[in-house]
């Protein structure tokens, strides 16, 4: 542009969300950047007691979490639908977190946090953001974009597309 050249990037970041070469590195980069965000959010509410023992009650540190923490850690992951390994590591910094900050020990089985707190698993809070997205998506009228969009990638796209519409279709 006007003579000045422009460098080339490897990653650029949009409306929060790293976009990168390819998916694979889309997906491992937001979420190593939301588990940093989020612990971050909760380093910055444990001079307010929020922690175990000594700290507020645990229905008000569960509220945070829902607020403030879980929010961040699973920001545009209902885009990214991440699998596996990415998604293990999601899951893993959510039960850890979770044990610290009700000061249980590290032992405890993992479906005795999720009924002691009412919190679901990283994957299936996924999953219900990603079928919350398709529904608004499918209940807009028909002269929308985006269920143009949906209408046109179910029906062209095959089914090992990378499409977003076709993962959802899969997972179905």
Known sequence: M???TMRRVDSAMHLGIIRTNSMKQNITANIETNIKKSRRSAYALLGSGFHGD????METIIHLIKIYILPVLLYGMDL?????L???????????????????PTNTPDPAINILTG??????????????????????????????????????????????????????
């Open 54 to 57: 000594n700290g507020l009650d």
């Open 80 to 84: 990214l639908t991440p699998r596996s």
């Open 2 to 4: 006007n003579e000045a």
């Open 119 to 172: 919190i679901l698993p990283a994957e299936a809070q996924i999953h219900l953001k990603v079928m919350t997205l398709f529904i608004n998506v499918c209940t807009q009228p028909n002269e929308s974009l985006e269920k143009q969009l949906a209408r046109r990638q179910l029906c062209i796209k095959s089914m090992n597309s990378n499409s977003w519409f076709i993962e959802v279709k899969q997972s179905c």
């Open 86 to 104: 990415n998604l293990k590591k999601l899951e893993k910094f959510q039960r850890k977190m979770l044990k610290q900050l009700m000061s249980l």
